[in-house]
């Protein structure tokens, strides 16, 4: 039972199976998350076909409908059903055995939430363990995106569990004397760490002042662990766990991080900088990854992340639109020393994703440009047939891609005035629609004014009763239009698969 709720003057015997039980929650969230771990895997690799793949894309619709998704954020059918199901189960095995005790409930919400801990720390891991049963799982995509959700249902679970423990002091009057304990001030610093952490992992905040994201998630983070291993004992089995993964992470990617230099430059008339970066002591990541990019000059510590464009003998090449305060920097500077962690992603370009593909369409917004590339040149030399549409803003964008830019059906969005010429808001010059094939040392397939039409593209590809694949790498609004696109083929029985690439650091 659970209402109404007192607060009980126990005896020893009666605390000992309070504590008994509260363990029994810590326990019952690791099996949980076992559970959910084998049936991932067990439906990724053989019940995602037939009526139960179609299930899975009806459930996928989006539930305020519209166009304006959010990454991280729980926005469709599918998408509820899961956060809601397991914050559901969190909080039955917090209120199962209440038994009317204020403080066993009190105490049940911050023992779900210490358990969660351990597995939220996995699913952030730059190596986590979980490549070895799911090879193609990594940080940048779904993996990462329930990695926020748990955090934001940790955060969940410690505010109430912090809510009802401040209820109790107050009416018990020992508010002014028990916070000033150190296992009470334990836990106050600690909730205070994870609301900045959560605050600064808000997609806006994050968008807008990654490097402030990043550093904190650096630096405080590391102050989360012994802040909650000193405010309780009985919860340490799980900081322990927590702190040696963090460990192991950590020294993973100091072993994997090598020093280099990367020369940089910037077309005068795009606002595409192109990165190459020097492998001279190891095999070059492949075309497709991801390389976490340090310049110590500019920062100590702050990673970023750039796509792998090219990748040649001793060395690989790469290209970032200006537009953040970092990229704005490395304008300024030709060449400097660089730290590089490589060799992210699920997959670089390989014949794993597309095994058995006969059709396949490639769609690129801006500079999504850098991913699709890769493939559309892999699909052309693998004999598949291939179709590549690529929307930017204006030609300029196009320079960096050099002769890739042949493979690709090009759509210019706008940028021009009256007379044909313009600037962005970088002060970027742009070339004039007579002027653009000139300007690329390669000629498009075709080049349009305005956006492709994503639906009938798709209908072209899956008409035919051939196994199709759509890779989509872009804007969210556009990934979000090939996925309704995707949708009703799927439902109709159509074999056609969907890959969307995204990059969730």
Not at 92 to 98: F, I, Q, R, S, Y
Not at 385 to 408: C, E, I, Q, S, T
Not at 459 to 487: F, I, Q, T, Y
Request: hydrophobic share 45%; net charge positive; glycine share 8%.
């Amino acid at each position: 039972m659970l209402w109404p709720l007192l607060y009980k003057d126990l005896n020893e015997s009666q605390r000992e199976l309070r504590r008994k039980s509260l363990d029994f929650i810590g326990y019952s969230v690791l099996f949980s998350q076992l559970t959910a771990l084998v049936y991932v895997y067990i439906y990724a690799n053989f019940l995602r076909r037939g009526a139960v793949r179609r299930l899975e894309w009806r459930l996928r619709y989006r539930i305020l409908g519209g166009k304006t998704p959010t990454r991280g954020k729980v926005q469709s059918v599918g998408a509820a059903l899961v956060y809601w199901a397991w914050m559901g189960l969190m909080i039955w095995l917090c209120v199962k055995d209440v038994d009317h005790d204020y403080i066993h409930l009190t105490r049940a919400f911050g023992m779900a939430a210490a358990a969660s801990l351990p597995l939220n720390v996995l699913l952030g891991m730059k190596y986590s363990p979980l490549k070895l049963v799911f090879p193609n799982c990594s940080y940048e995509g779904p993996v990462n995106v329930v990695h926020q959700w748990l955090g934001s249902q940790i955060y969940l679970l410690l505010t109430v569990h912090a809510c009802l423990y401040l209820k109790f002091f107050w009416d018990t009057s020992r508010m002014k004397t028990r916070l000033l304990e150190a296992d009470a001030l334990c836990g106050v610093w600690a909730f205070g760490v994870m609301t900045i952490l959560v605050t600064s992992a808000y997609p806006l905040v994050r968008e807008s002042f990654y490097s402030v994201f990043y550093n904190l998630h650096i630096i405080i983070s590391g102050l989360l662990p012994p802040l909650l291993y000193f405010h309780v004992s009985h919860s340490r089995p799980y900081i322990i766990a927590t702190v040696g993964m963090l460990i192991v992470d950590r020294v993973l990617r100091v072993m994997s991080t090598m020093s280099t230099t990367a020369t940089i430059s910037l077309d005068p008339r795009s606002s595409i900088l192109d990165i190459l970066v020097s492998f001279p002591n190891k095999p070059p990541p492949p075309a497709g990854s991801h390389i976490l990019l340090n310049v110590p000059s500019l920062s100590l510590w702050a990673k970023n992340p750039f796509t792998v464009v090219e990748s040649g003998s001793g060395h690989v090449r790469m290209a970032a639109r200006v537009r953040g305060n970092f990229t704005k920097k490395l304008v300024r500077v030709a060449k400097v020393p660089v730290n590089i962690e490589s060799g992210y992603g699920g997959h670089g370009v390989s014949r794993e994703l597309v095994g058995g593909v006969d059709r396949a369409l490639l769609i690129a917004g801006g500079i999504g440009g850098t991913f699709a590339l890769p493939w559309a040149r892999f699909l052309k030399a693998n004999g598949v047939d291939a179709r590549f549409l690529w929307v930017v803003p204006k030609v300029g964008d196009l320079l960096w891609a050099r002769d890739g830019v042949a493979l690709a059906e090009v759509y210019i969005t706008g940028g021009h005035n009256g007379n044909g010429e313009g600037r962005d808001e970088e002060g970027m010059e742009l070339l004039d629609a007579s002027s653009s094939r000139d300007a690329l040392s390669a000629h498009p397939l075709s080049l349009s004014s305005g956006r492709p039409d994503i639906r009938e593209a798709v209908g072209e590809l899956v008409g035919r009763d051939k196994r199709a694949l759509v890779m989509v790498c872009g804007p969210d609004l556009m990934a979000e239009d090939v996925k309704n696109a995707v949708r009703s083929h799927v439902l109709a029985g159509r074999d056609v698969t969907c890959h969307m690439e995204v990059f969730g650091h």
